[in-house]
């Protein structure tokens, strides 16, 4: 059967991402409860594509929460001049000065890094390690005795681990953030001598609990997030990409040749796109019924993933169009994919509900995809071959007249 032989379970997993679209059964919810959890442990099983915009929504954050920072800090000021003694108001305003100073570099890295994850994502770490290593230094550089003249410090370990839950993290992200400001508690608590006394723990435990409250906070913000992310980039029926996510896939390709030109002689990468269209459709559907059709569209899709790379993006373009990029391969060898592809079509027995083997052709139009054209203008290249292909008679593969071509 066409669903149980799949080349690599994993790898197949993240490129459809259909369960969500599936019936809840009995057990489900503990299945995706479980799933979930892997989703949001670690970063490991993301998509590439879901990297991108989970960087971008935790650059809002960084953002938003590295201005509310940048603002609140110097204001304390106040309190530290009313409060503390004028020969160690010096050094928190030493201290106050470097910390506005990292935090205005923070929002400036975040801001100027749209689209750099991994900025982004140093960005995030800094903010929280910013305000903690400030901490930490005016513990070590003021006298153990002046330490209780402190006031409003002894927050910072808590306001960071209650920061965590406004950021999209992983709960490994946030557990080794968390971690480290239990040990922040527990250094000052060995400073001003409050470590293994009954306030000492207690302030222990409101940590924690606030880790554990935090930790809760970001697998269900990320896992909504991965929710939100999937319906609104997956085709619900067959779980391949959807046309928009499609549109903006292929730019990210051609920016991506764009930046690879130049790096060897060998000029960009040549990146090629595929229109198949399942042939007489319709009669498929007269004749068995829409939800053997359906059934057909995804046994299709599945066909598809199984035909090209991980690297590759198949995706639903409509009705029963699909595209597909094949990144790294010219015009000739994009022939050879598609052709490869209708033949695996044409043997392959789809089937019906009841097991009644449903003969299916398709037709596929070729194109090279150009790294500065608009990417509308390889898709219409790649259909007007289609069309020509279905002219021919179907079950065809046709390229595409080449962009350069004076006839077109
Ligand atoms: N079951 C099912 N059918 C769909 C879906 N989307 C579009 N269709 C059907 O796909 C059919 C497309 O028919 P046509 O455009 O005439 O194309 P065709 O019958 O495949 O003929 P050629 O493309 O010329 O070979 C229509 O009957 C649509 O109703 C879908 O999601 N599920």
């Known amino acids: 059967m066409l669903f149980s032989k799949l080349r690599e379970p994993r790898e197949y997993q993240n490129r459809r991402l259909d369960s969500l ?10 299945f995706v409860g479980l799933s979930a959890l892997r989703d949001t442990l670690s970063s490991r099983h993301h998509s590439r594509d879901f990297a991108f915009a989970h960087a971008r929504y935790l650059r809002s954050r960084v953002l938003a929460l590295g201005l509310i920072f940048a603002l ?6 106040v309190v530290d001049a009313l409060v503390l003694p004028s020969e160690l108001l010096w050094y928190t305003l030493a201290g106050r000065v470097g910390l506005l100073l990292g935090l205005v570099g923070v929002l400036a890295l975040a801001y100027f890094s749209l689209e750099r994850i991994r900025r982004i994502r140093f960005s995030a770490g800094m903010l929280l390690a ?11 550089m003021l006298p153990a005795e002046q330490v209780r003249h402190l006031v409003g410090y002894g927050f910072i370990p808590f306001l960071l681990v209650a920061a965590l839950s406004v950021f999209p993290f992983t709960l490994l992200e946030s557990l080794v953030a968390g971690l480290a400001m239990l040990g922040l508690l527990a250094f000052t608590q060995v400073i001003d001598g409050s470590w293994l006394t009954g306030r000492g723990l207690e302030s222990v435990w409101l940590l924690s609990s606030l880790l554990v409250v935090s930790l809760a906070a970001n697998h269900f913000q990320l896992s909504l997030l991965l929710r939100l992310y999937r319906q609104a980039t997956h085709d619900s029926l067959t779980g391949l990409f959807n046309r928009g996510a499609l549109e903006e896939h292929l730019e990210k390709v051609q920016a991506w040749q764009r930046d690879t030109e130049g790096q060897d002689s ?22 068995y019924g829409h939800s053997v059709g359906d059934s057909v569209l995804c046994q299709f899709a599945e066909l598809l993933m199984r035909q090209t790379r991980r690297h590759d993006c198949v995706a639903r373009y409509g009705g029963e169009e699909f595209v597909i990029i094949l990144v790294g391969s ?35 139009g070729v194109t090279r995809l150009e790294q500065d054209e608009p990417a509308q203008e390889a898709i219409k290249r790649a259909d007007e071959a289609l069309y020509r292909a279905k002219r021919e008679g179907r079950n065809q593969v046709m390229a595409a007249l080449s962009p350069s071509d004076p006839s077109i």
């Open 130 to 140: 910013l305000p903690a290593g400030f901490y930490l230094l005016v513990l070590i």
């Open 21 to 30: 679209a599936e019936p809840p059964e009995v057990g489900h919810e503990l």
């Open 330 to 364: 010219g015009q000739a060898r994009a022939m050879e994919i598609a052709d490869r592809i209708r033949r695996a079509v044409e043997k392959t027995e789809f089937s019906s509900h009841d097991g009644q083997s449903i003969p299916v052709t398709t037709s596929i």
């Open 266 to 287: 060998l000029g960009s990468v040549p990146c090629s796109l595929l229109m198949a269209d399942l042939d007489h459709f319709k009669r498929i559907n007269d004749s």
């Open 72 to 77: 609140l800090s110097p204001l304390w000021i």
